[in-house]
């Protein structure tokens, strides 16, 4: 990848060297299994397991049992640490690593790619075509074969980058937008004065006072309305870029002696700025942002790059046009100009055609080269470094796949399956963790890891080639597979009302109404692209704007993290870690010594462990040598120190409580309503093998949304709520999604309206009414082409649902 690619997301994609060889196979030649010896990772349970190569093997299970920990807690990071032991000392500095997998043995195992779900921080700069490398092609197409103004030299390839210093505009340094602000933001209330906090984008405490102090000084009126100000003060005040340095004298507070200071003035506008741009809390970015405008660069109108790139065009347009196309246009604008032009155009567009090719056949032609990969959903991003693998032309590696169909349309799963053929025609062995029952009927072989979640799960129950699943009893999965029923006809709510939105004109809405009936379930469809999360968030603006008086609340439940450190967990953002501070503090023992619910956190100094400052883990530092982590010398992982340790609940510690099962800690605290109503809730959305301490960065994203939901049903709701759930069954087995419909369908009874983006026909053929946008995606869709309840729907000409629900609905 070129240097100034900025795509850290793609670092989760690892050639791997080959581990040590196959062990002895029954016959001559080399043994054609995977064998893994004794696994432990997380929940399993020693498990012995061979797996054939050369072929699909798709790894089955309710969410939990362990299957993600035996696809890549296990054999991908066997294959990584393998790949590191093979890397100069140094250069392991620089590789992001995991550790060393509790397993006994694993031979035959071949190096290793993993393509997960997992995205790194958002980017600004990374788009489709970073991620792809399709960007390389078409910035080649422009340097060697454009069609440059006469006077231009020609430029190179990183000329057409904005990501460069040769191709970025100066204006906006390759960003294509520029934040502003103006005096209306930065002054809400005219009518207050500056002491008075008129200037709302200002910091709190001392900080604040500091700047108000610094312009009494400077001779400025702090006490009179803002609006009363000279418009020359005003401006200053708010915009200058000057910055004076004063001698203040501090009023003199009671008790308090405080010494004259020097003090330096920062205008409103260069603070908000400062610390949007600079600042490492994401919560003063996040206020800072409230006071700032964005709009297209003036100089680039947004395209990013420098007036020359933009002056060479091919096919008629820019680089930055053509970048704006739909994959699937791109493509054809690109061919059809090659086919009068040079061989040198003829020969880099065969190239670049033949890398969209690879996007679009798995249903990603109506993205743009240019659409940020913070907009594309973690199916999307996967998908997109799919298509990459299949050009990079590897062969004799394992690939891991993480759920490769989530986000994908019925439609287009068939597509999903030519691909994961070509990839094991190509010698390939390709491991998949998934859900969708036509992805596992494909497979070759089947591992299915259960039978239930946590502690409960860690089990292979079967491994090998899918029939024989149909004699496991205990397989959550054979149900599904073998014995599945059509979802039979249930009675269609009567709406209390339509909630109407539009005319939407965005992305590739053009002019949408829609009416969403209140009081029901609503399933949004259609193929990736077609428009469903863009109508879906017009749907909820309109209806957080307070504009319908019968929507009291919105709720949004996505599959974003709870918490972005080891910090945030189940516990914290439920509120049930403060039910557990308080039944710890009101113990004997922590009334004896004075402790107060602040001692039994582990985020705050007193009662954590200050050698690993409550992490549990502490890093080590090798000469050399990557940094490792290692439980904490001190506390051995525990979080606290040993004097808050000795505080029990019932002979629990406080560790001991974070480390329970949220099904173990249901029965613990079954006797305390506020604990017991939140693990109550947890338990029914299929949670209950989750730690109630287990870190959020460990959580997928579908547990995440669970959790969320689980939130939100522990409320008391009384008043009218819209709820909005973005394909709620990703990273969902057909058991767990059938224990979540149950809560969905127990909001809808209570009185509320659920709204639910969805490709789950088992899901859809349960609504009361189904919105289906279409055709097509990209430009194709944009435009409901199907709505009523699922059986008309079921029915619709031109709609690409219509079969795939008819197929599930019961005669």
């Not at 890549?72 to 032991?85: L, M, N, P, V």
């Not at 006077?151 to 390759?174: E, K, Q, V």
Request: a neutral charge.
């Amino acid at each position: 990848m070129p240097e100034h690619s900025p795509d850290p997301g793609t670092a989760h994609i690892h050639a791997h060297a080959p581990g040590p060889g196959p062990g002895p196979g029954p016959g001559p030649g080399p043994d054609p299994y995977v064998r893994v010896r004794g696994a432990r990772e997380h929940n399993l349970r020693g498990v012995d397991v061979d797996i054939p190569r050369d072929a699909i093997t798709v790894f089955t299970g309710v969410s939990g049992s362990g299957k993600s920990s035996l696809a890549f807690g296990t054999i991908y990071a066997e294959a990584q640490r393998r790949y590191f032991e093979s890397v100069a000392p140094y250069a392991r500095r620089l590789i992001h690593q995991v550790g060393a997998p509790k397993v006994g043995e694993i031979t035959g195992l071949p190096p290793a790619v993993s393509l997960e779900q997992r995205r790194a921080a958002p980017n600004a700069r990374s788009s489709v075509g970073t991620v792809t490398t399709l960007s390389n092609s078409l910035r080649m197409l422009f340097s060697r074969a454009g069609d440059y103004p006469p006077g231009l030299d020609r430029l190179d390839s990183d000329a057409f980058s904005p990501n460069t210093a040769a191709g970025a505009c100066p204006s906006c340094h390759g960003l294509g937008r520029v934040h502003e602000t103006s005096e209306e933001l930065l002054v809400p209330d005219p009518g207050l004065s500056i002491r008075e906090g008129a200037i709302a984008a200002w910091p709190g405490a001392w900080q604040g006072k500091n700047l108000r102090d610094v312009l009494a000084a400077l001779g400025h009126d702090v006490d009179r309305p803002w609006r009363e100000l000279d418009a020359e003060d005003r401006h200053w005040i708010l915009f200058t870029d000057e910055q004076p340095v004063v001698t203040v004298h501090p009023v003199r507070e009671a008790g308090r002696i405080q010494r004259p200071y020097q003090g330096t003035y920062m205008s409103a506008r260069h603070y908000v700025m400062h610390t949007f741009s600079d600042s490492k809390s994401a919560t003063l970015r996040a206020k800072a942002e409230r006071f700032l405008t964005s709009a297209p660069c003036p100089a680039c109108g947004g395209s990013r790059l420098r007036p020359e790139a933009l002056a060479v065009t091919f096919a008629g347009r820019t680089i930055a046009e053509l970048a704006a196309l739909p994959l699937a246009e791109l493509a054809e604008a690109a061919e059809g100009a090659a086919s009068g032009g040079s061989e040198t155009a003829r020969v880099l567009t065969e190239d670049l055609v033949a890398r969209i090719a690879t996007v679009t056949e798995l249903g990603l032609g109506y993205l743009s080269l240019d659409r940020a990969t913070p907009t594309l959903s973690s199916g999307e991003l996967q998908r997109l470094r799919l298509a990459t693998q299949l050009r990079a032309g590897l062969f004799g590696v394992v690939y891991v796949l993480d759920e490769p169909s989530a986000g994908l349309h019925p439609a287009d799963t068939e597509a999903l399956l030519v691909v994961l053929d070509r990839l094991k025609a190509a010698g390939n062995t390709v491991f998949v963790v998934e859900h969708h029952l036509d992805v596992v009927r494909h497979a070759d072989w089947l591992v299915d890891v259960g039978p239930r979640a946590g502690e409960h799960g860690g089990r292979v129950l079967y491994s090998g080639p899918p029939a024989g699943l149909a004699q496991v009893a205990d397989s959550a999965t054979r149900r599904f597979l073998f014995d599945r029923e059509p979802v039979p006809r249930r009675a269609v709510r009567e709406p209390a009302g339509l909630l109407r939105t539009g005319p939407v004109t965005r992305h590739n809405l053009r002019g949408v109404d829609a009416a969403f009936p209140l009081g029901v379930l609503t399933a949004v469809t259609g193929v990736s692209g077609s428009g469903k999360s863009t109508l879906v968030s017009a749907l909820t603006e309109k209806a957080a704007s307070g504009q319908d008086a019968r929507v009291a609340r919105v709720v949004t439940v996505d599959q974003k993290p709870i918490g972005r450190t080891p910090r945030s967990n189940l516990a914290t953002y439920t509120g049930l870690f403060d039910v557990v501070r308080k039944l710890f503090t009101a113990t004997e023992e922590a009334r004896a010594r004075g402790y107060k619910a602040g001692r039994f956190s582990f985020n705050v100094p007193g009662g954590r462990c200050e050698t690993c400052q409550g992490e549990g883990f502490v890093s080590v530092e090798l000469l050399f040598l990557p940094s490792t982590y290692a439980p904490c010398p001190d506390c051995h992982g525990a979080r606290y120190n040993p004097e808050t340790l000795e505080v029990r609940l019932r002979g629990r510690t406080i560790a001991e409580v974070l480390d329970l099962t949220v099904e173990a800690a249901a029965e613990f605290f079954a006797d305390t309503p506020a604990a017991a109503r939140s693990l109550r809730t947890l338990l029914e959305v299929g949670l209950g093998y989750l730690r109630l301490g287990q870190p959020a960065t460990e959580l997928s994203g579908g547990e995440a949304q669970r959790i969320k939901l689980a939130s939100e049903l522990q409320r008391p709701r009384r008043a009218h709520t819209l709820y909005v759930l973005d394909e709620p069954t990703t990273g969902l087995h057909p058991a767990d999604v059938e224990v979540l419909m149950r809560q969905v369908h127990g909001l809808v009874d209570a009185g509320h309206t659920v709204v639910v983006v969805e490709h789950d026909m088992d899901v859809v053929a349960t609504a009361d009414w189904v919105l289906d946008l279409g055709p097509g995606g990209g430009d194709e869709g944009g435009r409901i082409v199907a709505e009523g309840p699922p059986s008309e729907v079921a029915r619709a000409a031109g709609s690409r649902t219509a079969p795939y629900l008819a197929a599930r609905l019961a005669p």
